[in-house]
């Protein structure tokens, strides 16, 4: 089954994404809506027809990041909302400042502040608020009076902030790892790795293998974060590593459930002076810088850069470190004028809200989520435990997720399939 094409001045051509037949186009949108016969972008669409009759109401994914191209994951999304695909188009749209929609990249052999000068576009205007207002007028564009929205990690954000400017478009929102709005990332960063790595040690110390294998390798784990702090040790032959890069390094660990799994071997084999294992879990730097990430990172409220400590964790240092750093390059960022009025959600809203949360999650957990039905009456929360952050692709949750679509209500939902949702075994070695 294929779709009609929007009419002009927005057209879309058959076109193959990652192996999905879909529709593609680009949409031409005022780079800063004060001017709106000033610079124009354009924003790459993509529609995945549906493989039944289309209800009236499309869905579209946000992805995370920030300064994740949701058309560059068209495969994954497709396939994790396949049963919401029967009877829903997907649209994705790059958000600005990505992928196909006027991409603003900084090398990063040069400076921010060199990058941002040499730069036609106008940094400040590729913040979140100005990409919603974008989805906003693709969904115009392509005629649906209403969208059902899947937000991940800062795509949860961002879902938020549309609901904020554009309450009347929104059907249905579902967040899978989302903070509110008023949860300052940065506030609660390293409390959260803390709890999500005693749920790591509770789940190990309850499985005889892992009790066995590594029995006191979460003592151990302290102990080399303040060892490491005063004396970096030799991972490699060229590198070294501190104690708060090695919390670094189980923070990332703890945000997929396979990887966290593998936390105590590491942690172990390092202790032994062993340091396969963990190098294996040290990815290279990336090559370039998004002035999107930068505009959104260093002017968003939401981001919690003036959070500080102590948090009283073995992620403490990690924690000030990666926030002094961002502080940093900021003051190479030009700023942006964000109302605090624009980032608190409505004291009440009437709009099915499914949460989808890792148990485990060290990122944005389910503690992120204070007040959540006093704000979302009709909220429904469902945690996969033994999860971390983003969870759904996982067992029956895009099934649920298709079934609170269709009905618009996450009433009655049958949730028991969650419980077979078992986290990965933990890696003996």
């Not at 497709?78 to 997907?90: K, Y």
């Amino acid at each position: 089954m294929f779709f009609a094409a929007p009419p002009p001045p927005f057209t879309l051509e058959r076109c193959i994404v990652e192996g999905v037949f879909a529709g593609c186009g680009t949409l031409r949108v005022p780079e800063d809506r004060s001017r709106p016969n000033g610079r124009q972008i354009g924003l790459r669409v993509v529609l995945v027809p549906s493989r039944g009759k289309a209800e009236p109401d499309a869905v579209t994914y946000l992805t995370g990041g920030p300064g994740g191209a949701a058309t560059e994951q068209t495969y994954a999304i497709v396939s994790m909302l396949a049963a919401v695909n029967e009877h829903h188009v997907i649209f994705l749209v790059d958000q600005r400042g990505t992928g196909g929609s006027n991409p603003l990249d900084c090398p990063r052999k040069g400076t921010l502040r060199a990058c941002l000068a040499r730069s036609r576009a106008d940094p400040t205007q590729y913040g979140t608020r100005a990409a919603m207002d974008d989805l906003d007028a693709v969904r115009a564009a392509l005629g649906y009076e209403q969208i059902d929205i899947y937000g991940t990690s800062y795509g949860a954000t961002a879902a938020q902030v549309y609901l904020k400017r554009h309450r009347h478009s929104v059907r249905t929102i579902t967040l899978d790892g989302a903070s509110l709005l008023g949860v300052p990332f940065y506030a609660r960063f390293a409390r959260n790795a803390q709890h999500a790595l005693a749920q790591v040690a509770k789940r190990c110390a309850a499985e005889a293998a892992c009790a066995r294998a590594f029995p006191h390798w979460r003592t151990t784990f302290t102990r080399l974060v303040h060892a490491w702090n005063a004396h970096p040790v030799h991972r490699t032959a060229k590198a070294t590593i501190s104690g708060d890069e090695l919390a670094g390094v189980v923070q990332t660990m703890l945000l997929d459930a396979g990887s966290a799994a593998s936390i105590p071997l590491v942690v172990a084999r390092a202790a032994a002076g062993v340091y396969g294992p963990l190098n294996e879990q040290i990815e290279p730097g990336v090559a370039e810088q998004q002035v999107m990430f930068w505009s959104i990172w260093c002017n968003e409220p939401w981001v919690g850069l003036g959070a500080k400590g102590p948090w009283h964790t073995d992620f403490d240092g990690y924690a000030a470190k990666t926030i002094a750093e961002y502080r940093q390059a900021c003051s190479a960022v030009p700023k942006r004028a964000e109302p605090a009025a624009a980032w608190t959600l409505p004291a009440r809203s009437e709009v099915p809200l499914l949460v989808l949360a890792g148990g485990a999650d060290p990122q944005d957990p389910v503690a992120n989520l204070p007040g959540l039905r006093a704000t979302f009456p009709n909220a429904r929360v469902i945690v996969v435990p033994g999860y971390g952050h983003a969870v759904g692709q996982y067992g029956c949750l895009g099934g649920l997720v298709s079934d609170f679509i269709d009905r618009a209500s996450a009433v009655g939902l049958a949730t028991r399939c969650v419980r077979a949702i078992d986290p990965p075994p933990f890696d003996l070695g």
